[in-house]
T-cell receptor, first 112, second 116 residues
């Protein structure tokens, strides 16, 4: 299979930092996306990692370790509007290249 | 940035009728479009991959005769849910890959289908 594991729910406080972890199957792996999805809306793109390391983009950063099949999304200076589901999405290689396999999402609740 | 539109944004229909959902890339050409379905509190599930000018590739368990996909141009793909039943009620989302940006997938806003 192409199991993607991420926590189901997380809660954090406004202004804090939160890290959402994701593990995935490494065989046939091409790249990893993080998407944000508010309830009732389509996902929106946050980041794409294909090489090992940390990529920073404003308040959001994403890390990838290809050998460990591990990624995390780091959200800094949390705001109430960050309350959403965060989807760890694996991009396949070869026959499934370009097709995205979605994790079940981590529902983040930001509290005042 | 790239924009993908879907029409309609929501639809309510009677059981047994057919519903067509359109997915358009507004400012780029999409050689490949993807159709997803999302049930409440679940993740997106890929239904099919649609390549312009060729037959769609369906994921295992998705009935190709029930979910008809047509990708007639580089900017338009349609999904027709034939003989819809209440269990087909779901959130249908398309995404389109920019021909010139191989890694990108831009999502449409989704279509909420309710079958009575």
């Amino acid at each position: 299979g192409q199991n993607i594991d991420q926590p189901t729910e997380m809660t954090a406080t406004e202004g804090a930092i939160v890290q959402i972890n994701c593990t995935y199957q490494t065989s046939g792996f091409n790249g990893l996306f993080w998407y944000q999805q508010h309830a009732g809306e389509a996902p929106t793109f946050l980041s794409y990692n294909v090489l090992d390391g940390l990529e920073e983009k404003g308040r959001f950063s994403s890390f990838l370790s290809r050998s460990k099949g591990y990624s995390y999304l780091l959200l800094k200076e949390l705001q109430m509007k960050d309350s959403a589901s965060y989807l760890c999405v694996r991009e396949g290689y070869g026959g499934s290249q370009g097709n995205l396999i979605f994790g079940k999402g981590t529902k983040l609740s930001v509290k005042p | 940035g790239a924009v993908v539109s879907q029409h309609p944004s929501w639809v309510i229909c009677k059981s047994g009728t057919s519903v067509k959902i359109e997915c358009r890339s507004l400012d780029f050409q999409a050689t490949t479009m993807f159709w997803y379905r999302q049930f409440p509190k679940q993740s997106l599930m890929l239904m099919a991959t649609s390549n312009e000018g060729s037959k769609a590739t369906y994921e295992q368990g998705v009935e190709k005769d029930k979910f008809l996909i047509n990708h007639a141009s580089l900017t338009l793909s349609t999904l027709t849910v034939t003989s819809a039943h209440p269990e087909d009620s779901s959130f249908y989302i398309c995404s389109a890959r920019d021909r010139d940006e191989h890694r990108s997938q831009y999502f449409g806003p989704g279509t909420r289908l309710t079958v009575l």
